[in-house]
């Protein structure tokens, strides 16, 4: 008997870690056909370091030659089209099908959502985005610098607040923070609304660096032209540097295949299930009620993949998702607070903060060499 074929659509966070989980549990007693565009996978806290010069954007890249697994292959290939009552995908090199199909595909963003963006400002969330802003940032020297969500939901929801604090300490290692005004635009009404004590600790932070935080402001357009941030109630902030988090959607393949609700892929909170038999959805894809990130994306592979491994093996039904994660924040000056969130346990989401601390920075480096060792190898 063939072993079941498994379709794993994107190698980010969600797709490694549950073509790891199969693969070490079933082996070669599956047939796991991960999927990816790109020729490497990146961190997406690295883009932060990326950016304000601790490393380059080829030292944070792993590559995906490196991925060797039993009873996983790995293709560099471009999905052209899904159709999931098929199971099937097209790529630029072929078509695939399986048994099962697990979409991994991320969020794309949206530059054209935010009018001006593209001619006015620069977006640090892609790697590309933060290799120019590493160029960009030790020229601005005097000035006002924007910090700018340009809408909801958006991956790495503490991100933001980050950059402003690391670049008050880039400024101010130079010597020109004096001279320089950093403005951070959030649509949300607080930095990480389900952990009040983490938004009063960031929001302190912020305070004491002279970072001017404005909570609950959508930004409609940048106009290149005059070097402003529009807001939707006709409000202007000008800059002189614009360090913008572009709207996110879902990829174009993943609309077009007829699976997407308001954007994103809704899916079964407590097993990842869509509306298809067979076909799941995991990461910042989906409509889950948890927010866009790496750790929830692991999680949720976890939990599908222990799924499969019961239905494949004829083991007891796994516990459902439970919408746990944690998250690293840099507070600059070398320390890093963390957020351990809980969305779907009760009525309502909760999160508990721990202080920023060198010791925090330390879990974090080891969160990151236990992925790479785990997914890489290294």
Not at 71 to 94: F, N, S, Y
Not at 105 to 116: H, K, R, S
Not at 132 to 140: H, T, V
Not at 155 to 184: N, Y
Request: glycine residues 12%; negative net charge; hydrophobic residues 40%.
């Amino acid at each position: 008997m063939a072993p079941p074929r498994v379709l794993v659509l994107g190698a980010g966070f969600g797709g490694l870690e549950l073509a790891s989980c199969l693969s070490e549990e079933l082996g070669d007693d599956v047939d796991v056909t991960l999927i990816d565009k790109g020729d490497a996978f990146v961190f997406g806290y690295s883009k932060l370091d990326v950016m304000f010069g601790r490393t380059t954007a080829d030292a944070v890249r792993l590559p995906y030659r490196e991925v060797a697994k039993p009873g996983v292959r790995l293709l560099k290939e471009t999905i052209t089209a899904i159709e999931p009552e098929a199971r099937r995908v097209t790529t630029d090199a072929g078509v695939h099908e399986g048994e099962i199909m697990v979409v991994a595909l991320g969020a794309d963003y949206d530059m054209d959502a935010t009018p001006g963006l593209v001619e006015g400002g620069n977006e640090f969330y892609s790697v590309e985005g933060a290799e120019r802003m590493r160029e960009l940032i030790p020229e601005f020297s005097r000035g006002r610098a924007v910090v700018g969500v340009c809408g909801a939901p958006y991956k790495c929801p503490p991100a933001p607040s980050e950059a402003a604090l690391l670049l008050h300490d880039q400024l101010s290692e130079r010597g020109v923070r004096d001279r320089c005004e950093i403005t951070f635009l959030m649509p949300l009404p607080s930095p990480v609304p389900p952990s009040p004590d983490t938004s009063k600790a960031l929001e302190q932070a912020f305070e004491e660096r002279g970072i001017d935080f404005i909570p609950g402001a959508r930004i409609a357009s940048v106009d290149a032209d005059r070097s402003a941030a529009v807001l939707e109630n006709g409000d202007e902030v000008p800059f002189d540097l614009f360090l913008g988090v572009p709207k996110h959607r879902a990829p174009d393949v993943v609309i077009d295949s007829g699976m997407t609700t308001e954007g994103y892929v809704p899916v079964k909170s407590g097993t990842l299930e869509t509306e298809y038999p067979g076909v799941y959805a995991v990461g910042d894809v989906a409509t889950i009620g948890v927010p866009k990130a790496g750790v929830f994306s692991e999680r949720e592979a976890r939990a599908v993949a222990a799924s499969l491994i019961a239905d494949i093996k004829g083991g007891d039904r796994p516990p459902p998702y439970d919408g746990k994660g944690s998250c690293y924040i840099e507070f600059g000056g070398g320390r890093v607070g963390r957020v351990d969130v809980d969305f779907l346990s009760g009525p309502t989401p909760t999160g508990t903060f721990q202080a920023p601390s060198e010791a925090l920075r330390a879990e974090k480096e080891q969160f990151g060499s236990t992925r790479r060792a785990r997914w890489f190898g290294r």
